[in-house]
């Protein structure tokens, strides 16, 4: 609606400018960041209209119906047919609010109409009640529905309506103690009620941050690890490219390049496929209904996991001491190894040095699995919260949910899982579990 009064050629605009100087470059920047700004305020306005268009219908319906029911059904002392046509007459424009053209005359007509309806109103009728129980539950809902939008423009608009009513009562004269004890025990009830509201509304917004940091964290995450595989694939092309422009030589590069871009398709993949399976173990039952040998399940984590290269898969080195059987889910104990691999490649990376182990012990009444890496370890003060939910260590390298899902689903199986580590040497993560066909120890909260 608001994008239709404007004549802005943003693609047009940017043709005579095709040279590659930098004033192009300049105003393309700006005519981006006004046709953003434009795009906000276009779905601010939709937004305004689309709610006053639901609360119109309820004055619409509401003003008449009340009427009926206070002074027929449950008669009131005080009602007035004029208050209420005239807030009628005011919510019907709001039915059309979406033809309205002037976002700001529509955020003036939308403060006028709330303030009149809402606490002006409820307000008035409440002292002309003598603060009537059936006004005071009234004019609370009222608060509540108004406190429901944005705080500082509705404590402006309480403040207008209810200053608005208290003057028309005194006006008229009706008599009634203004300081009455029946009217002002209300006062705090009205002040509790703005308080909750309030509050609420900020623990929504709070949540509702935390989940867009969550969901920043995890995309920065996945853009992170698919960037690389796909400069691979761009450069790969790019010499497909140059090599089919030529003389027609060079069929070995070509078939060397495709084989590089397989590589890398299939390297992000299986990423795709572990932060899939790592998003949604969270959903599922974690209890064991499986008999599974370590062994395998280490081999085929190890052969599922999306190295970048041979060299980086050199690193990996995986001992048998003895296999044992264990009580867990095929596909979860994929998801807990990838996720242990992850991050002792990742402390490989951050020292550039270093080798993985990863150790099956089944030769001892509890049977274990180690992890180890000779990589930039951990620091001690960080290491008791490496299995708390959301903690990532450096702060925002991780979305934080990977070893305490490592945890939950070791502890649903009846075991443990520790981790010791020193600064610039190591890093152990220890999984103990109970063998499977004997009795489960529970493990330690």
Known sequence: MLLHQINFPYTSAMKPFSSGASRPATLGGLQQALLKWLLVQQQQHVLVANRLRFLAWIGCLGMPAYYVVWTMCFPQHYESPALRALGVMLCMPALFAHCFRDSRLLRIYEFVGVCYVLPFFFTYLFLMNHGSAVWAQSLLVALIVLFHFDWWWALACFTTGTGAAFALFLLSGDGTPLAGTHILEQAPIYCFTIVVVSAAKLGRRVL??????????????????????????????????????????????????????????????RMIDLFLHSATVLERELAP?????????????????????????????????????????????????????RNALKALQRNDKGKVRIVVDGARVRPRLLVMDSGCGIPARQLPLIFERFHSDPPGSGAGIGLALCRDIVR????????RSRERVYTVFTLVFPRAGLEPVPAPH
């Not at 690389?228 to 030529?246: F, H, Q, S, Y």
């Not at 190890?302 to 596909?331: C, H, K, M, N």
């Open 208 to 269: 509702a941050r935390e989940k867009m940091s969550g969901m920043a964290q995890a995309l920065a995450m996945v853009s992170h690890e698919l960037r690389t595989p796909l400069m691979g694939v761009a450069a790969n092309v790019r010499g497909i490219e140059r090599v089919l422009a030529g003389d027609g030589a060079g069929r070995a590069d070509v078939d060397a390049a495709l084989g590089r871009i397989r590589y890398d398709v299939a390297h992000m993949n």
């Open 412 to 419: 649903a199986w009846h075991g443990t899982i520790r981790c």
């Open 289 to 341: 209904n499986e008999s599974l040998s370590m062994a395998r399940v280490v081999t085929a984590a190890i052969e599922r996991y999306p190295f970048t290269s041979s060299e980086q898969r050199g690193l990996v080195e995986v001992v048998v001491r003895g296999d044992f059987q264990f009580a867990g889910r095929d596909e979860l104990c994929t998801v807990l190894l990838l996720n242990l691999l």
